[in-house]
């Protein structure tokens, strides 16, 4: 899908988010790619490098600019964003301190993220994009972290 350029570093956060979603839902089974602890030391680097000041940019620069430009903005669209990114932070904050492995809340995680990154990426953001005047998407694209993995 076409993105904005504006909106590019969000773009490859979900990219790599995406990726080790993917990964996070074959943990425990015969198909994983990467054990329990290995995934979740991945988990906690991308949730520090970039995950978190992800949720911070969409919620407190892109989110804002559609709900003030927006003439038809979807608001339930909007909640569940935000319910969303609540559920990830707790899943988030559950694994990190826990002492015991959780491979079914590791997997319930990643399918989470990876419904969560395909309706922003399909739903929310054409929405934004189309709604908020251009001018501003570039202004917000200043604010935004650039991916660590990739400097977009």
Same mark, same amino acid.
Request: aromatic share 12%; no cysteine.
């Given at each position: 899908?076409?993105?904005?350029?504006? @909106?590019? *570093?969000?773009?490859?956060?979900?990219?790599? %988010?995406? =990726?080790? +979603? =993917?990964?996070? &839902?074959? =943990?425990?089974?015969?198909?994983?790619?990467?054990?329990?602890?290995?995934?979740?030391?991945?988990?906690?680097?991308?949730?520090? &490098?970039?995950?978190?000041?992800?949720? $911070?940019?969409?919620?407190? $620069?892109?989110? *804002?600019?559609? @709900? %003030?430009?927006?003439?038809? $903005?979807?608001?339930? +669209?909007?909640?569940?964003? @935000?319910?969303?990114? +609540?559920?990830?932070?707790?899943? $988030?904050?559950?694994?990190?301190?826990?002492?015991?492995?959780?491979?079914?809340?590791?997997? %319930?995680?990643?399918?989470? @993220?990876?419904?969560?990154?395909?309706?922003?990426?399909?739903?929310?953001?054409?929405?934004?994009?189309?709604? =908020?005047?251009?001018?501003?998407?570039?202004?917000?694209?200043?604010?935004?972290?650039?991916?660590?993995?990739?400097?977009?």
């Amino acid at each position: 899908m076409k993105r904005h350029e504006s @909106l590019y *570093p969000l773009s490859h956060h979900h990219h790599h %988010a995406l =990726v080790m +979603a =993917v990964d996070m &839902t074959k =943990v425990g089974t015969d198909q994983q790619k990467y054990g329990y602890r290995d995934m979740l030391r991945q988990l906690i680097h991308f949730w520090e &490098t970039d995950g978190e000041q992800h949720f $911070v940019d969409e919620e407190t $620069v892109l989110i *804002p600019l559609y @709900l %003030a430009y927006g003439e038809e $903005v979807d608001h339930d +669209a909007v909640k569940r964003m @935000l319910y969303e990114h +609540a559920q990830i932070r707790g899943y $988030v904050h559950q694994l990190r301190h826990s002492t015991r492995a959780m491979t079914e809340e590791m997997q %319930a995680l990643g399918q989470l @993220l990876q419904d969560h990154i395909r309706f922003e990426e399909r739903d929310l953001f054409p929405k934004a994009e189309e709604q =908020v005047p251009e001018k501003y998407l570039y202004q917000a694209n200043g604010q935004f972290k650039r991916d660590s993995y990739s400097g977009f």
